[in-house]
């Protein structure tokens, strides 16, 4: 099996160019099953998930193809299944956002049932609650979702907690209902927002994207556009704690920081240079970082996804930091990893009080859930000697190319096996 390997204490200095964003590709590529035509979409990153929710589509008779020139060309027309199939949606929950474009665009859909995952149990229960009230029936059996509708219809959605992949959801399955749809304490994120956007360009009635309340007038047909994907904050996030764990200078290309204010805030607290110049962000480390608290939210809150991360710098402050999880209920496996590595950590119920230490130690470690193994490899980058680590196919689920990114920047990392 492969395996990461990192000889720990280089400085990292010069030049990222930032990938498209994960989370945004994933429902973007999904929403192609609501329209017909082809689309075409640029600064689709090469990633495992990206490649799932590829597979997912074929499988639904969408045609998917990665052009010459990096674009993603993507026509539904063949469109002729129902199935998103338990051997695909295990390796990827995020293949349920065909839920809701297949029940509006074909009347059924038979997706398999999501099961936990490493970072919590992350029900489905709001994505169907909501779908029944837009006038579908669902039915559970066998480890499958049973949706149909003739035509949907519009409705007032309330969601209790702002989820991302059901607002989402919920958003592609309006546009084609009849009448208006409203949803209420909707996901504000920037992927959410980035998704409406697409559907508009397609033709959808949608207001109120990129805010907690959405209303979405249906429509007969979308059609097919074209579009360049965001770039991955986490992505970006990701890279400026490395240049903070390694006193290191950074330049990040194809980079925006208007949706990563939280993040950014947080690592100027603690004492990293970061300055914008249009796409481009310069990220400076030094050798004095200061310990801050931290609580993850949803948008605009601290991100859940760069918990692990910041958790590593805090790890080598001189201080005392108290990072808190609210989004997930079991999102710090990290923990003993790191621990494994010489870090001084204590979990009490959904907080990490995490007392800096001199030196990390390199270590082999597992990866667990994928920003757990972006963790691994932060604190590899920091540590005193070798660290090994294993399970990287999580990393490859959402970081394109990061050991090749970061050996260009003076890492020294390779994948071994
Ligand atoms: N929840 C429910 N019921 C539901 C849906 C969610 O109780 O029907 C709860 C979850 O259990 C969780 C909270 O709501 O406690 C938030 O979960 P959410 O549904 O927002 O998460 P998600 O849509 O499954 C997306 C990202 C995650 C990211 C979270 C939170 C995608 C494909 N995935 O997941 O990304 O952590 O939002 O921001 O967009 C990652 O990239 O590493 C990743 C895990």
């Known amino acids: 099996m492969e395996k990461i390997v990192i000889e720990g204490g280089a400085r990292l200095i010069g ?6 964003s994960k989370n945004s590709a994933l429902p973007v590529l999904a929403a192609t099953i609501l329209c017909q035509g082809p689309n075409s979409f640029h600064n689709v990153p090469k990633l495992r998930d990206v490649a799932t929710i590829q597979r997912v589509l074929e499988n639904l008779g969408v045609q998917v193809t990665r052009e010459t020139d990096g674009s993603v060309r993507v026509d539904s027309s063949g469109l002729s299944g129902n199935e998103a199939p338990y051997d695909l949606v295990k390796t990827m929950r995020a293949s349920v956002l065909v839920l809701g474009p297949l029940l509006a665009r074909r009347g059924k859909a038979i997706v398999s049932l999501p099961g936990g995952c490493a970072i919590g149990a992350r029900p489905v229960n709001l994505h169907l609650r909501g779908l029944e009230i837009l006038g579908a029936r669902i039915e ?25 992949t059901g607002t989402e959801n919920l958003m592609m399955a309006a546009t ?5 749809t409203v949803i209420e304490n909707a996901a504000q994120e920037p992927e959410v927002a980035e998704l409406g956007t697409v559907l508009k360009k397609m033709g959808a009635k949608i207001s109120g994207e990129g805010t907690s309340l959405l209303q979405i007038e249906g429509v ?8 360049s994907i965001m770039p991955d904050r986490i992505e970006v996030g990701t890279f400026m704690v490395a240049a903070g764990l390694t006193q290191g200078n950074l330049r990040l290309f194809n980079c925006s920081l208007s949706s990563l204010e939280a993040v950014v805030n ?9 300055y914008p110049d249009g796409e481009v962000v310069r990220v400076i480390g030094n050798n004095r970082v200061r310990s801050v608290d931290v609580k993850t939210l949803p948008y605009p809150g601290f991100p859940t996804d760069m918990q692990a ?13 108290v990072i808190s999880e609210t989004v997930f209920e079991n ?11 010489g870090a001084d ?6 907080s990490a009080i995490v007392t800096g230490v001199r030196q990390l130690s390199g270590a082999q470690v597992m990866a667990t859930d994928l920003r757990a193994s972006a963790s691994l490899v932060l604190a590899g980058l920091a540590a005193n000697g070798r660290t090994e680590i294993s399970r990287v196919y999580h990393l490859d689920r959402g970081y394109e190319n990061l050991e090749g990114k970061l050996s260009r920047i003076g890492a020294r990392i390779r994948r071994v096996g």
């Not at 007969?220 to 579009?227: A, F, I, Q, R, S």
């Not at 950590?345 to 959904?350: D, V």
């Open 176 to 180: 084609l209902a009849r009448g208006t």
């Open 140 to 164: 559970l059996k066998h480890g499958y979702i049973y949706a149909k509708a003739d035509r949907l219809k519009g409705g007032h959605i309330y969601l209790d907690v702002p989820t991302v």
């Open 15 to 20: 030049d990222v160019t930032i990938s498209g």
């Open 266 to 274: 947080k690592l100027r607290e603690a004492g990293l240079e970061v």
């Open 220 to 227: 007969e047909t979308l059609h097919g556009v074209e579009h």
């Open 309 to 321: 991360q910041i958790m590593v710098l805090m790890c080598l402050t001189r201080g005392l930091s």
């Open 331 to 341: 999102r710090f496996i990290h923990v003993s990893e790191l621990r494994r590595m």
């Open 345 to 350: 950590i204590k979990i009490e119920s959904n």
